[in-house]
Structure formats: C-alpha cells, structure tokens
C-alpha cells in the first residue's frame, strides 16, 4: 500500500528576505535614540544589526551609542522599541521585488510555504497581514513561538511541525548566519538570499546561494523535486 509524502515546504526567513524592512526598523531606531537624547544613525549602520532578533538589535544600538548610552536599561529600551515600532512597521517596509511572483510559482507547484523569524510572532503575522502576504503562508513561528529562535535548529523544525511538514521535504531561504545554522542543524537544504542583509560570508553552509528572490522557485525544485 503506498503512502502519500507530505507536501513540499518552503521556509522563509522575513527580515532581508521576503520583506525589504530596513526603511522601518532603521527609523524606529533613530526614534529610540533621540528619546534617549542621543545622536542618529544611519540605515547602513543598522543593516548588520538586523537577524537576531529585538533585543539583540537595541544592545547593538546601544553599544554603538557609546558611553553615553551606558546608563539605559537595555530590557526597557527593547520594550520601548516593540511598542513604537509595532504600529510604524510596514510604513515604508516592502516585499522585495519578485516576491509575490516567487510564492505563486511555488505554489503552482505543490510547495507549501512557511515563515521562520527572530521577530515576535504577533509583529509578524502584523507585517505580514498589512503586505497582503499572509494569505500565502501555513505557518508562521516567530522569536516566541517556542522555548528557543534560531540558530537553534529546534526553531525551523519546530515551525516546519506547526506547517505539518518534513523536514526530508523542506527548503530554508533566509539572508543570514542564523537561517543557515538554523537549516544545517535540521538538516534541511538552505538557499542563501544575496540579496538581503546578511554580509557574502554568512552564505557558508549554504547549500545554494540566489542572487534574487526570483530565482527561489527553481531552486527550491532542484532541491528537493516532487
């Protein structure tokens, strides 16, 4: 008796990969910084700060700040962050180019899509609702949706169970060290997004790197075929 296979499943990271979020998280920070009383800093400057999630993000503010930062409460100033950047979080953030085209050729063929990042889960599903994204995804496990975030493989498996997939039949897409950490440790294939945020030598351990979102699909069915 034979014995159907799940359906194929594509993981995405957000942040640098589906969504061009920069603009936001960059403007929330300069908002936290002048409350503070300190000085701005450029978008550039924010961008490597972007993929270990919130609080990782405001300390890398913080530090960059100087001494004259030494006396904020980094707890209190990632709430603050949450709660200013939570309802600015999709003023001038974006899907990337192709991306919608990329999940309708997915979905022609077969695949289900998920998404797996640091952000908290309720801004997600927020960003990803407002972008009119949200409709495309099974599943969404965000920076609180379990007892660990990636790198931790437990994460993308963790989601890949919340989409009732396999990991035998899923692909991890994402723009950083922790997406690839996060697959090599699940064992799951993983394309490596250059076009994101992550710095070229965050591709190690990639199975395959795309130069753009539109190339996901493809890639996706050589990796793991139907």
């Given amino acids: 008796m034979m014995t159907s296979l799940p359906p194929r499943l594509a993981v995405f990271d957000m942040d640098g990969t589906l969504i061009?979020?920069?603009?936001?998280?960059?403007?929330?920070?300069?908002?936290?910084?002048?409350?503070?009383g300190l000085p701005p800093i450029a978008a550039e400057q924010v961008r490597p700060m972007v993929g270990d999630g919130v609080?990782?993000?405001v300390r890398r503010l913080l530090v960059h700040a100087g001494p004259a930062a030494t006396g904020i409460d980094a707890d209190q100033a990632?709430?603050?962050?949450m709660a200013d950047y939570?309802?600015?979080?999709?003023?001038?953030?974006?899907?990337?180019?192709?991306?919608?085209?990329?999940?309708?050729?997915?979905?022609?063929?077969?695949?289900h899509m998920?998404?797996?990042?640091?952000?908290?889960?309720?801004?997600?599903?927020?960003?990803?609702?407002?972008?009119?994204?949200?409709?495309?995804?099974?599943?969404?496990?965000g920076g609180d949706s379990f007892s660990v975030r990636k790198p931790d493989p437990r994460h993308l498996l963790g989601t890949i169970e919340m989409a009732q997939g396999s990991p035998r039949r899923a692909v991890m897409t994402g723009d950083h060290h922790n997406d690839m950490a996060t697959?090599?440790?699940?064992?799951?294939?993983?394309?490596?997004?250059?076009?994101?945020?992550?710095?070229?030598?965050?591709?190690a351990g990639a199975t395959v790197g795309a130069d753009s979102i539109s190339e996901v699909a493809h890639l996706a069915n050589e990796l793991v075929p139907a």
Avoid: Q
């Fill in 20 to 36: 061009d979020s920069l603009p936001d998280l960059a403007a929330t920070a300069n908002r936290l910084l002048a409350h503070h």
């Fill in 114 to 141: 998920a998404v797996c990042t640091n952000k908290p889960v309720a801004a997600a599903r927020h960003i990803l609702r407002v972008l009119d994204l949200e409709k495309w995804f099974v599943a969404v496990g």
């Fill in 55 to 57: 609080a990782a993000l």
């Fill in 78 to 81: 990632t709430a603050w962050y």
């Fill in 183 to 203: 697959a090599i440790g699940a064992h799951v294939p993983a394309i490596f997004a250059r076009w994101g945020y992550g710095r070229p030598e965050m591709e």
């Fill in 86 to 111: 939570t309802p600015h979080s999709t003023d001038l953030s974006r899907p990337f180019p192709g991306t919608v085209g990329m999940l309708e050729n997915l979905r022609a063929a077969g695949w």
